[in-house]
């Protein structure tokens, strides 16, 4: 977890996967972190857009909250085939991720634009989660550091707070791959966007999370969560049955964390 006392995060990105029926797997995973009482997590799940507004009516009046994949900058013009900020908050949603690695690089988006994304989803009052982390080549030229930080420090706008904020560091690599960095890397590159954050931001950037996505399942979440500086998760996979997704919950509970690792 984090040095500091931050409630921990764990959301799924469901990718372009679930239809209606997907619905029921998240009843399910609302069901199941109700019974984990007031000590769960934070949890969030990012359907596609087509399932927003109704995942967002099921999960009334629970704790889940949820999200989108991905959000146009302006708040709504001639954008064929986008989405608002505003039009995720108002189909109930109160997150997005921005700058994911497969839109970063299956829709060739740069820093600057993923930062006008995190801009338009505070304006629409939603949680921006911005994704960063290195490719292959760029860890093995012994460049993570540099690549990462440099995202981070691009990425995210005026006005970015722990409140309105989270990191999430995806090595490109692990991403649906089964491979995740050795844990002390993990624990490098979340040390080091921690000092970036803190620098750039000062107080709330020493509380903005910073989640670990790739490749994150039941049996490496114990392990993962209970690094310093790691606060939740953003899990692709594994986000998909509720069964899977309420391991990864549960490993996110201090208590059973370290017992699952
Ligand atoms: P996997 O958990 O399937 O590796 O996906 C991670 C991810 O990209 C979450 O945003």
């Known amino acids: 977890m984090t040095t ?11 990718k372009m996967n679930g239809l209606s029926d997907a619905l029921g797997e998240a009843e399910a995973i609302r069901d ?11 949890v969030l ?18 704790a ?19 989405i608002s900020a505003e039009m995720i908050r108002n189909a ?20 600057r634009i993923v930062r006008t994304k995190a801009a338009a989803a505070h304006r629409a009052s939603l949680l921006a989660i911005v994704c960063v982390g290195e490719t292959k080549g760029q ?24 409140e309105n904020t989270a990191i999430a560091y995806e090595p490109v ?21 921690r000092r970036e954050l803190a620098s750039r931001l000062g107080e709330t950037g020493r509380r903005i999370a910073i989640l670990y996505g790739g490749s994150v399942n039941p049996g490496n979440a114990g392990e ?21 997704f309420l391991a990864v919950i549960r490993a996110a509970m201090p208590e059973t964390g370290s017992a699952l690792a």
């Open 4 to 14: 500091t006392s931050i409630r921990p995060l764990v959301a799924g990105n469901w």
């Open 32 to 42: 199941g972190v109700a019974a984990l009482g007031g000590r769960a997590p934070s």
């Open 45 to 62: 799940i990012c359907p596609p857009a087509t399932l927003v507004a109704a995942l967002a009516a099921r999960m009334e009046r629970s």
């Open 64 to 82: 889940l909250r949820v999200g989108a994949q991905d959000c146009h900058w302006e708040p709504s013009g001639a954008y064929t085939g986008d």
């Open 92 to 111: 109930g949603g109160t997150a997005v991720i921005v700058g994911h690695s497969e839109r970063r690089a299956g829709h060739g988006e740069l820093d």
């Open 139 to 162: 860890r093995e030229a012994g460049l993570t550091l540099d690549v990462v930080r440099r995202q981070v420090v691009a990425s995210l706008p005026e006005g970015a707070t722990a």
């Open 173 to 193: 690599w692990a991403i649906g791959t089964g491979l995740i960095p050795s844990l002390t890397d993990v624990i490098e590159v979340h040390a080091a966007i």
């Open 224 to 244: 993962l969560l209970s690094l310093p500086e790691v606060g939740g998760a953003l899990v692709g996979g594994a986000s998909l049955r509720a069964e899977d």
